[in-house]
């Protein structure tokens, strides 16, 4: 009897606790979904617009609704690219297809932190204005608002300066780049919302835009950049090629359609532009070929050339091995110029492609490099601060962002007022400098500034955490104290002033030398000018 119950307990109680590990093992770390919410939280912050009753950001309105009126077409919506209020297609492009290829490859993150839904509204608010944005088969607005006008004006939504121009490429001056990259953001959520998301009928609608989108990338001519069109467009947003776009989208497209015709043309592109062999560059919205590498692995697998491209690109930037890149003594991936404004982009972006590719071929070649990025950026660095805004103490308090600053003197950024007016959650900022330094200034854009593409492989990189890993803490959960204090270097190193200082003191010493053992001849001289004189 005493058996019995005894051992009727200790069944009791392992069922209870393997219960329990059960459920401790399925529960997603509290940090990472707040950030993968907090992060989706920022596009919200973004949108352009008539503001759904679910909007979460209690100091945005509507806004931008005459968007395209000067055109006679509605392109009311969409996302605002930064701290301005400035829509341009080409990055919101590139940033829907990083989010929307995390969201393909690692959903499972977003489903155990209770996102997807999140997930959806976030992409779908870009497409529904990418929509608009296509009004015909050969018209694709690219650009509202005039960089001039607007980049004049600090302030709230509420008092936008007009007037907010819109641009656009046609037939007759065409953007091969732009609608080619437009075309892959289309596939790219058609799969998404067709695979993942379960919604047919909006899938077809991207689909359809894709495809007609691809057809006038390649039809029209000649193949140029879109800011030979739109001239609005050349200091904001001009990409360095369009070869990549091509063959970007026509990856997408097939992967979204099924049809080997573009698995063929993004080969043939591939070859004809010899992307195999053009330099190693930071993967960003100006140039998606280290994403044609990793994307080309994926889907046409057979075709060794993109995974050859691949490895080759990966080991290259984030091994060190001949590549354009090095590492800050922080160990943060520093790309030279390309990291001299907004540090974080070609960190992430990177890390991004790891991960994908380390995903793609069941490997972990790249994995330690990119999860040592990413606990950087979350606080593992010398200012312990996680460039995420919103999620700890130390984050920054100062993104360069109108709205949330609360300010409206454009003279005056840095100062009026103070302190950050609203936080702006999950906002990744431009990120620290050369000497892991970060300032958190307002007016310092290098450093403050926050984009719709500084989030986009962001998400991603979270949801990817949600999918692998449910126990460990981002490393700024453990970060109690406050962040350092730095001062700006002055730009000449120490030795060098020093060096500066001697050799100084050294002329000096020299004349005054000169001028003892020259001393008779110096008097003889003045004695004979006074003698003229007289
Ligand atoms: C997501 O963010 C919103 C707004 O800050 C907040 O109300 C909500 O609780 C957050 N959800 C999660 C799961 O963190
Ligand atoms: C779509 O269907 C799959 C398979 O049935 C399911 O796992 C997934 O959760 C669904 N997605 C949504 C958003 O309901």
Redesign the pocket.
């Known amino acids: 009897m005493r058996k019995l119950s005894s051992s009727l307990l200790l069944s009791i109680l392992l069922a209870v606790t393997s219960k329990l590990v059960k459920k401790v093992e399925a529960e997603p770390n509290p940090h990472y979904?707040?950030l993968l919410?907090?992060s989706m939280?920022f596009y919200e912050a973004q949108r352009s617009g008539h503001l759904p009753s679910t909007n979460?950001v209690s100091w945005r309105g509507d806004s931008g609704l005459e968007d395209g009126n000067d055109n006679k077409v509605d392109l009311v919506g969409g996302y605002y690219d930064a701290g301005d209020y400035l829509k341009f297609t080409l990055p919101l492009s590139h940033s829907i297809v990083l989010m929307a290829w995390g969201g393909i490859e690692w959903f499972d993150g977003y489903q155990k932190a209770?996102q997807v839904n999140y997930l959806r509204d976030t992409i779908r608010w870009g497409t529904d204005w990418l929509i608009k944005a296509h009004p015909s088969d050969n018209e694709l607005y690219v650009q509202v608002g005039n960089g001039d006008v607007d980049n004049n004006y600090w302030g709230p939504d509420t008092n936008i300066p007009t007037p907010r121009p819109s641009y656009k490429i046609t037939a007759d001056a065409p953007g091969t780049d732009v609608a080619a990259l437009t075309a892959a953001a289309f596939a790219a959520s058609s799969y998404l919302f067709r695979n993942q998301l379960n919604d047919t009928n909006y899938a077809d609608t991207l689909q359809s835009h894709a495809e007609s989108l691809y057809k006038f990338a390649e039809t029209a001519t000649p193949m140029q950049l879109y800011t030979e069109s739109v001239s609005a467009s050349k200091e904001y947003y001009e990409a360095t090629a369009y070869s990549n776009q091509l063959v970007f989208g026509a990856l997408w497209l097939y992967r979204a359609t099924g049809n080997t015709e573009y698995r063929d043309k993004a080969s043939n592109y591939f070859d004809q532009f010899k992307l195999s062999s053009t330099p190693i560059t930071v993967m960003d919205w100006s140039d998606q070929t280290g994403a044609v590498y990793v994307l080309g692995t994926e889907l046409d697998g057979s075709n060794t050339k993109y995974k050859d491209a691949a490895k080759k690109y990966l080991d290259a930037i984030a091994l060190g091995k001949n590549g354009p890149c090095s590492f800050t003594s922080g160990g943060l991936l520093w790309c030279g110029d390309e990291s001299d404004v907004n540090s974080l982009v070609p960190v992430q972006n990177t890390a991004l492609l790891a991960l994908l590719y380390d995903k793609i071929t069941s490997g972990t070649d790249y994995t330690d490099f990119a999860t040592g990025q990413i606990k950087y950026v979350l606080g593992d660095n010398r200012m312990l601060t996680p460039y995420v805004c919103g999620v700890h103490m130390n984050s920054p308090h100062n993104p360069h962002h109108a709205g949330a600053s609360g300010g409206s003197d454009i003279n005056n950024i840095e100062t009026s007022p103070p302190e950050e007016k609203y936080l702006l959650?999950g906002a990744i900022v431009g990120g620290p400098d050369k000497d892991d330094k970060f300032y958190d200034e307002r007016n310092d854009w290098a450093q403050t500034e926050v984009a719709l593409d500084y989030n986009a492989p962001f998400l991603g990189l979270i949801a990817r955490q949600l999918s692998v890993d449910t126990t460990e803490d981002p490393p700024y959960v453990s970060i109690t104290e406050p962040r350092p204090h730095v001062s700006r270097s002055t730009g000449l190193e120490k030795w060098l002033i020093a060096v500066i200082v001697i050799v100084i003191v050294f002329v000096l010493a020299g004349l005054l030398y000169l001028c003892w053992c020259k001393r008779r001849a110096i008097a003889s001289w003045r004695a004979s000018r006074k003698a003229v004189a007289v």
Do not use: G, K, L, Q
């Open positions: 979904v707040a919410n907090d939280w979460r209770n959650y």
